[in-house]
C-alpha cells in the first residue's frame, strides 16, 4: 500500500539563532497545516521500495537545501539536495516585503497592509512554484505542500536574534 505523504517534518536547529514570535508562528502553521494535507512522492527508488509514508528533516548542507527522508522508524531512506542560488532573490525580496509588513502592520491602514500582503503572497507562490519545479524530478509535491515547505524554507534561512 502507498501512503506518499509526510507524517513528521522537522527543521534542523543547528544554524538558527533564534526566530521572532512571527516566524515561529508561522513556522508551526506551515508544519500544522502540511501534516493535515500533503503530497510527499518520492520518483526515485527506494530501499525495500518502501512507499510511504515519511518523515522529513529540512536542513541546510553548505549553503544547500536538504531534506532528510527517513521511513516511519526513522530510518534513514534518500537525502535530497537543491542548490539554493535560484531561490536568492526570492528569499531575499520576500524577507524585505516581509519585514514591510509586519512594520505595516504596526502602523499603516488596511489598505496599505492588503497591497504588501499582495505582494507577499505573490512572492510566496512564486517561491513555491520553484520549489514545486526543482523538485519535480525527485519528488512529487502538489502546489500547496511546496507552498508550506517553501515557508519552512524561509524560517530556516531567518537568522533573528532576540
Given at each position: 500500500?502507498t501512503d506518499y505523504r509526510i507524517t513528521d517534518i522537522e527543521l534542523d536547529q543547528k544554524s538558527?539563532?533564534?526566530?521572532?514570535?512571527?516566524?515561529?508562528?508561522?513556522?508551526?502553521?506551515?508544519i500544522f497545516d502540511l501534516l493535515e494535507h500533503n503530497l510527499f512522492q518520492p520518483r526515485m527508488?527506494?530501499?525495500?521500495?518502501?512507499?510511504?509514508?515519511?518523515?522529513?528533516?529540512?536542513r541546510i548542507e553548505e549553503s544547500r537545501l536538504a531534506f532528510d527522508v527517513r521511513d516511519q522508524?526513522?530510518?534513514?531512506?534518500?537525502?535530497?539536495?537543491?542548490?539554493?542560488?535560484?531561490?536568492?532573490?526570492?528569499?531575499?525580496?520576500?524577507?524585505?516585503?516581509?519585514?514591510?509588513?509586519?512594520?505595516?502592520?504596526?502602523?499603516?491602514?488596511?489598505?496599505?497592509?492588503?497591497?504588501?500582503?499582495?505582494?507577499?503572497?505573490?512572492?510566496?507562490?512564486?517561491?513555491?512554484?520553484?520549489?514545486?519545479?526543482?523538485?519535480?524530478?525527485?519528488?512529487?509535491?502538489?502546489?500547496?505542500?511546496?507552498?508550506?515547505?517553501?515557508?519552512?524554507?524561509?524560517?530556516?534561512?531567518?537568522?533573528?536574534?532576540?
Amino acid at each position: 500500500m502507498t501512503d506518499y505523504r509526510i507524517t513528521d517534518i522537522e527543521l534542523d536547529q543547528k544554524s538558527i539563532v533564534r526566530w521572532s514570535d512571527e516566524v515561529d508562528h508561522e513556522r508551526r502553521i506551515a508544519i500544522f497545516d502540511l501534516l493535515e494535507h500533503n503530497l510527499f512522492q518520492p520518483r526515485m527508488a527506494l530501499p525495500d521500495n518502501y512507499q510511504g509514508p515519511f518523515r522529513v528533516l529540512l536542513r541546510i548542507e553548505e549553503s544547500r537545501l536538504a531534506f532528510d527522508v527517513r521511513d516511519q522508524n526513522g530510518a534513514a531512506l534518500k537525502t535530497i539536495i537543491l542548490a539554493m542560488t535560484p531561490f536568492r532573490r526570492i528569499l531575499k525580496d520576500y524577507f524585505a516585503v516581509c519585514e514591510n509588513y509586519y512594520q505595516a502592520l504596526k502602523n499603516s491602514g488596511p489598505s496599505q497592509i492588503e497591497a504588501i500582503d499582495m505582494g507577499r503572497r505573490a512572492l510566496h507562490n512564486e517561491g513555491s512554484m520553484l520549489l514545486k519545479e526543482r523538485l519535480e524530478e525527485k519528488v512529487e509535491v502538489d502546489f500547496d505542500t511546496a507552498r508550506r515547505l517553501f515557508t519552512l524554507i524561509c524560517v530556516l534561512h531567518t537568522r533573528i536574534a532576540i
